[in-house]
């Protein structure tokens, strides 16, 4: 890129004071520190979620995520990770439209910084909305299991993951013995009366993985470890309040380009700050996505 | 009060309409990149028992590269890290690595204790 940055300057006179020996404004700068201290926040968080997944003991199996996350809104269909998958093209593109923001504040273009931050805007706001769809199906789980006075373990089925009433007549309630490989259900099908006779038989009923402030908590849930909803809970929360916060940043700095702000003042820098704090959004979600989703 | 003695870096970011368009296809470039990698990381995540059942360790591991391959395009072409002066860089991605090394050898280490502790004694 053109710029201060790409101009060959001798060190004796980049180190000599009187400017930047980084060539970068004093306000990218600490964006930049910030974000650093931020990403140690989040490279704790994932750390500390990866030593207490790899101090259990080998049975005590850890949930993956394509066996957890199956479900679409609106379908009863089996989409392993389609979901999660939506929700991470949407952070992508919303970062794309914001480095077109910025590329067109390089330009001076106010109209297109306009129109690509608002599309930044709704990606973001569609992303949070999305997380709050994918955590009330995660308190509410895919229809849980119960365990026998036999001390078997069988999982619950039914058509619309009715957990309040599982058992409700006509709903395609049935059973599905667990093979004991975690969270991947087996394939020995229980189904009327015989169904309804081990229901009755049940000793423990738990479903989905309820909130920390709800009466159950999270001593059980019906995924795994109960670290396994804490995490969770902890981690996409914290990523998420990330990207609503970013939403309203983001927001704001529209509006003052809408004002003309930046304009007058002679280059869009704040739209880079702000896109800095965005691109280190979708950064954050890479990582949450692969260590909580896929590995 | 105006200063006179504050260099406005951020005029020299500006480019014209041609080195715009350049800048603009190496962007969607960029974004085909990361698509296509979201959708291999996807499609294996949900199909990865299906061929290849016995293989977790490296599927595991290629999930760990393309993240970091994803990662490396954010930072660099999307925060622009790649443009700035390598002193920048170095002061940003250094310390960072360096602790977050340190941090993911003692956390594998303790773990790999209490893991050994839990088996044996519990």
Avoid: C
Wanted: aromatic fraction near 16%.
């Amino acid at each position: 890129m053109s710029g201060e940055a790409s101009k060959a300057i001798p060190n004796e006179v980049l180190w000599e004071g009187g400017r930047s020996p980084f060539s970068v404004s004093y306000g990218k700068l600490m964006m930049w520190f910030f974000l650093v201290s931020d990403a140690l926040s989040f490279t704790g968080l994932l750390i500390g979620y990866g030593f207490v997944r790899h101090s259990l003991p080998v049975g005590d199996a850890w949930p993956m995520g394509e066996t957890v996350f199956r479900a679409l809104p609106f379908t009863h269909g089996d989409f392993p990770l389609m979901y999660v998958a939506f929700m991470t093209a949407l952070l992508i593109f919303s970062s794309v439209t914001m480095v077109l923001a910025v590329e067109a504040g390089h330009r001076m273009d106010k109209k297109n910084v306009v129109f690509w931050l608002f599309l930044t805007v709704l990606g973001g706001a569609g992303f949070v909305g999305s997380q709050a769809w994918e955590w009330s199906h995660f308190e509410h789980g895919s229809g849980g299991y119960i365990t026998t006075s036999e001390g078997e373990k069988y999982w619950v089925h039914n058509n619309d993951h009715d957990t309040d009433n599982p058992t409700k007549p006509d709903n395609g309630f049935h059973l599905v013995k667990s093979d004991g490989t975690g969270y991947l259900h087996g394939h020995e099908h229980v189904e009327g009366d015989a169904a309804m006779a081990l229901w009755n038989k049940q000793i423990n009923y738990v479903a989905g993985a309820p909130y920390p402030w709800s009466s159950t908590g999270m001593v059980n849930n019906e995924y795994g470890p109960a670290q396994y909803a804490n995490f969770f809970y902890f981690i996409t929360g914290f990523h998420g309040f990330h990207v609503a916060s970013g939403v309203v940043i983001n927001i704001i700095i529209l509006l003052g380009v809408m004002r003309g702000v930046y304009h007058r003042r002679g280059h869009y820098e704040m739209v880079e700050k702000a896109g800095l704090y965005w691109h280190f959004v979708d950064l954050v979600w890479v990582f949450v996505f692969t260590f909580f989703y896929l590995v | 009060m105006e200063r006179d003695d504050v260099i406005e870096y951020s005029l020299d970011n500006h480019h014209s309409e041609e080195q715009g368009k350049k800048i603009r296809k190496g962007i969607w470039m960029v974004t085909l990149i990361m698509a296509v990698i979201t959708a291999v990381e996807v499609y294996l995540g949900a199909a990865w028992r299906d061929i290849f059942p016995n293989s977790w360790q490296s599927v595991k591991w290629s999930f760990i590269v393309l993240t970091l391959v994803k990662a490396t395009f954010i930072v660099m072409r999307f925060m622009h890290l790649g443009d700035e002066r390598r002193n920048v860089r170095a002061m940003i991605l250094l310390p960072y690595g360096l602790f977050v090394l340190y941090l993911i050898w003692i956390a594998l280490w303790e773990s790999n204790y209490i893991e050994r502790a839990l088996h044996h004694f519990l």
